[in-house]
């Protein structure tokens, strides 16, 4: 076998080998791009359901300070005065601490959801290199 042969099966196995690399980023290119689409679309719908649970938070927080209005409006003491506002005090806190709990779970509901079609992808990608 001549040297020109030999070069030539060379270049031929390593057109061979550089197209298969091509073939593999590319196919691993699109699952990417699969997968950060789905990834946005569950963002993307989650978020409409963390806008949603603001709207009813701050409609919550608006009532209860009409409710407050009220009853300070109608007072007919000081001390009534001090007992509605020590009451609003202590349901707003505790609304405020039941609030947070619910923005926190569904933060985390968010994330989770966003990242699982981006890890889901890398796994995927990760299995076959190896």
Do not use: C
């Amino acid at each position: 076998m001549s040297v020109s042969d030999q070069s030539g099966k060379i270049a031929d196995k390593s057109a061979e080998i550089g197209n298969e690399t091509l073939q593999n980023v590319k196919a691993t290119a699109e699952q990417s791009a699969r997968a950060a689409e789905q990834s946005y679309s569950a963002t993307v719908e989650h978020m409409r359901d963390f806008s949603i649970k603001m709207i009813d938070l701050a409609q919550a927080n608006t009532e209860a300070i009409f409710a407050l209005s009220r009853e300070l409006a109608t007072a007919k003491s000081p001390s009534d005065l001090v007992q509605h506002w020590t009451s609003h005090a202590r349901k707003q806190f505790e609304m405020l601490s039941q609030q947070t709990k619910e923005l926190a779970a569904l933060g985390q509901k968010v994330a989770g959801a966003s990242a699982e079609p981006i890890t889901r992808s890398f796994n995927q990608a990760f299995k076959k290199a190896s």
